[in-house]
Nanobody, 124 residues
Framework: QVQLVESGGGLVQAGGSLRLSCAASGSIFKINAMRWYRQAPGKQREFVAA???????NYADSVKGRFTISRDNAKNTVYLQMNSLKPEDTGVYYCNVGGLRLRIGTIPEPFDSWGQGTQVTVSS
């Protein structure tokens, strides 16, 4: 199993900044893409940002220029630096990591794991 632990959420005023972290642990052979999603109350979960194993990044239009995704491969950790936060950024933020995990006696197999979510609240 591969577990994800998120941290860094909280309450911040509009215009402020937060940095989210998501650390993966377990029988990891390789991590490919790492992503962040968010879900606002009463809305569907939506894509926020992604970073590939080659450090290619992709962002939702709503966060471009304000959020930055990065990763530390030595720590199996993905970060989301959120600047110029707006009230509409409020929601539960989830990390999603895909890759290959080790299995005893066989070749590595794909995994796709989700974090437990961390609350981000931006007050106006």
């Amino acid at each position: 199993q591969v577990q994800l632990v998120e941290s860094g959420g909280g309450l911040v005023q509009a215009g402020g900044s937060l940095r989210l972290s998501c650390a993966a642990s377990g029988s990891i052979f390789k991590i490919n893409a790492m992503r962040w999603y968010r879900q606002a109350p009463g809305k569907q979960r939506e894509f926020v940002a992604a970073i590939t194993s080659g450090d290619i990044t992709n962002y939702a239009d709503s966060v471009k220029g304000r959020f930055t995704i990065s990763r530390d491969n030595a720590k199996n950790t993905v970060y989301l630096q959120m600047n110029s936060l707006k009230p509409e950024d409020t929601g539960v933020y989830y990390c999603n990591v895909g890759g290959l995990r080790l299995r005893i006696g066989t070749i590595p197999e794909p995994f796709d794991s989700w974090g437990q979510g961390t609350q981000v609240t931006v007050s106006s």
